[in-house]
């Protein structure tokens, strides 16, 4: 397996966001978000004067995710179809197609032609005036593009797959699989470092139970993920909210939604882009409000509840069925810590905290980097399957490599325990005194507790009608 190389600056403005860093042409390394299919996007030379305005910063260019061709060694490849003018369908943008080009690509940095880990005509596609738009109606900057990783086999485009990444370097002996192995990890609070493996995966970065899904014809995406439900969870100590658990955030207010919704894994796109009706199920639990305007739900800073919530083991739960056997569901958890971002310039005017669900999504429903931020996904690009599970915390095993099968179908994860990963990460709030009465201050169902606290419930009801009959039967006795 090859490592893909992370960057050492991290990126806006809804993150802060890990990213990678290649090598194009004869030397311009550029740092770019990664996980999409097919070709990858960048801004290209023209991007910073058709988006910035006169004395405005080009965030492109501050992040060093700018690819100039007119200083590279490539060039327009003959294809007939144009490109989308965005690489993620899920956002609302504005912009002209982008182009179509080629040159070479490294995954180091070295750039010599007998490099193995080099590639030459590496499909590319330049966007040069691309924006996106908010509901509020303003256009804002892309901070950078995103590397496509590779795609699934199809005659159709047979060329550009065989300009791909994980495509080429198979077919050049550089990796064993079309495969890769990625967890973007978190640049934010509780930092852990991204990881991406091309021909293999970092098994320690996937724990608990794995899901193999489809990559649904014509391959173009990591969809129609069967997302069943969302809850809030606490899962250590005492929790902020009035209960342990919360379920049936998925589909509250929603009756559309059905059983699960199929949503797709977007790894260039920053939020969780949900129903509105979701969006808002969840922000009724958490101090937070939306900001119309953005489509965004800021945090309630002042709210007492705001750092016992962030600071502790709670976590949004993501409930995921299996499509073989709907009784064997897999769950992935992200921290609220992680949930608490920062918007800057130029969404905003001064860094705030925002929490990343995105209610104006319009029915492009996707989990994009704040989800990737604690899950692991690979992909076997051979066999069309892609794979999901739970991701560690800060604490991280060291690593250990596996090379993927080239015809494989399913994946193993680590036993890693993921709670441990989180240890001295998180401030777990006291667990609530019990009562003298044997009557339960609160209930609560978290999985290894409801069964505890109905049986205390249990035994305390049983206890008062025993004594209730009792002093019924030795009234009668009296009596007679």
């Known amino acids: 397996p090859r490592a893909v190389r992370w960057s050492n600056k991290t990126l806006g403005p809804d993150g802060p966001w890990n990213a990678v860093e290649v090598t194009l042409g004869s030397g311009q390394d550029v740092t770019v978000y990664a996980g999409r299919m097919w070709e990858s996007y960048f801004p290209g030379a023209a991007y910073c004067e058709n988006t910035a305005a006169t004395g ?27 490109a989308d003018a965005y690489y993620a369908g899920d956002m609302d943008t504005v912009g002209s197609s982008a182009k179509r080009y080629t040159d070479r690509f490294s995954l180091g940095t070295d750039t010599s032609y007998w490099n193995s880990v080099s590639i030459d005509d590496f499909a590319m596609a330049l966007m040069s005036d691309t924006q996106l738009r908010y509901p509020n109606g303003n256009n804002y900057p892309i901070f950078a593009g995103c590397l496509g990783l590779g795609a699934a086999p199809n005659s159709k485009y047979d060329a550009i797959v065989s300009r791909l990444l994980a495509g080429t370097l198979y077919t050049n002996h550089a990796i064993g699989s ?7 990890g978190s640049a934010a609070t509780n930092r852990v470092p991204g990881s991406l493996w091309l021909g293999g995966y970092d098994r320690n970065r996937a724990m608990n139970d794995m899901l193999a899904l489809p990559i649904p ?11 069943a439900d969302i809850s809030i969870d606490v899962v250590k100590g005492g929790s902020p909210f009035p209960w342990d658990s919360k379920g049936g955030l998925l589909a509250s207010g929603n009756s559309s ?39 965004l739900y800021l945090w309630d800073t002042e709210s007492p509840d705001y750092p016992r919530i962030i600071q502790s083991p709670s976590v949004l739960t993501f409930t995921f069925v299996d499509p073989d056997s709907n009784l064997r569901k897999v769950n992935i958890s992200v921290p609220f810590t992680h949930l608490n971002l920062t918007l800057t310039k130029p969404l905003v005017t001064h860094p705030t905290p925002y929490f990343p669900c995105n209610a104006a999504s319009n029915g492009a429903y996707a989990l994009g980097r704040a989800f990737l931020q604690d899950a692991f996904i690979g992909a076997n690009l051979n066999t069309a399957v892609y794979f999901l599970s739970q991701a560690p915390g800060p604490n991280l095993n060291s690593e250990n490599v596996m090379a993927m099968d080239n015809d494989g179908r399913t994946l193993n994860a680590s036993n890693n325990d993921w709670i441990t990963s989180w240890n001295g990460h ?3 709030l006291p667990e609530p005194q019990k009562s003298t009465s044997n009557v339960p201050s609160f209930s609560g169902t978290v999985p290894g507790r409801g069964i ?21 039967v030795g009234f009668i006795i009296r009596k007679k």
């Open 56 to 82: 405005r910063p080009c965030y492109a260019q501050e992040a060093g995710a700018v690819y100039n061709e007119s200083a590279g060694t490539g060039e327009a490849p003959p294809i007939s179809f144009g």
């Open 178 to 184: 079309q495969t890769f192995g990625l967890h973007i």
């Open 217 to 227: 014809d014509p391959y173009h995406e990591f969809s129609n993920a069967p997302l």
């Open 257 to 295: 939604i059905g059983n699960q919704l199929g949503i797709t894994i977007d790894a260039c796109l920053p939020y969780l882009n949900l129903p509105r009706s979701t969006c808002d199920a969840i922000a009724a639990e958490i101090p937070v409000k939306l900001d119309e305007g953005l489509g």
């Open 426 to 428: 998180w401030a777990p």
């Open 452 to 472: 505890k606290r109905r049986q205390t419930i249990g035994a305390a009801v049983g206890g008062v009608v025993g004594f209730l009959l009792l002093l019924f």
